[in-house]
């Protein structure tokens, strides 16, 4: 089923990633959710103080809980912006205010592109982030699966959208991959999240019906 657990680890791991190999300093994390433990602020000032977040998020609880959000250190930057992932252009507004967009920044769309059924509007989505980002700008995406525990994940998220407003669409790999269009995979490509460059093999092996990706700008 879904993990949270392992999509957390796998924002944490990629944040790390990110921050600690490729000297990416900006960051912006788009349906952030409620803060928990190792948020993107958290794992990226520990790699490198200076780093600057933007989160960004339209659920109301999480506005609520946004001053946990913005203890940045010193040196570096942390704001929040209440948008919507459908509307890219008030969020690359909102988010200029905090980072520069002529330097590299890292998007974050942990869990969130599920929540946009139409493979067109999905991938107008992310090329209207990534246009807005230099050349060494990295995307990383996690997503719900359809081919993995195939008959219990449509069977939750069958539940879970007959009692919410926000529905979720599982993607297979192949259609998961395709977000990535025209973008370079960073090794080792789309794969569960609980495997994309695990701290052990105890995390490799956590159940998570999640495809997860990293992609380079050229």
């Known amino acids: 089923m879904f993990s949270v657990r392992a999509n957390r680890a796998f924002l944490a791991r990629t944040v790390r990633f990110l921050a600690g190999e490729r000297g990416i300093r900006q960051f912006l994390d788009i349906g952030t ?28 609880i999480v506005l609520s809980h946004a001053k946990a959000l ?10 929040y912006l209440d948008a919507d992932l459908r509307d890219p ?4 507004a909102g988010a200029a205010n905090t980072l520069d967009f ?3 920044v890292a998007v ?22 990534m246009a807005a980002c ?16 195939a008959a219990q994940m449509a069977e939750m998220i069958r539940r879970l959208n007959e009692s919410t407003a926000e529905k979720t669409t599982l993607r297979d790999r192949a ?8 973008l370079e995979l960073v ?21 998570a019906a999640l495809w997860a990706g990293v992609a380079r700008k050229r």
């Open 175 to 182: 259609g998961v991959t395709r977000l990535f269009d025209g």
């Open 89 to 92: 252009d008030t969020i690359l």
């Open 187 to 207: 090794e080792p490509g789309v794969i569960r999240a609980a495997e994309w460059r695990p701290d052990s093999d105890l995390e490799a092996a956590s159940p």
């Open 102 to 104: 002529a330097r590299p």
């Open 108 to 129: 974050m769309l942990i869990a969130v592109m599920h929540f946009i059924g139409d493979d067109a509007e999905a991938s107008a989505i992310m090329n209207r982030l």
């Open 33 to 60: 959710g409620i803060p928990t433990a190792n948020n993107t602020h958290e794992v990226a000032q520990r790699a490198a103080p200076e780093c600057r977040i933007v989160y960004v998020d339209n659920d109301p």
């Open 134 to 149: 230099v050349p060494g700008s990295y995307v990383a995406l996690s997503h719900a699966a359809s081919d993995i525990d």
């Open 70 to 79: 913005l203890k940045s250190t010193p040196e570096g930057a942390c704001a």
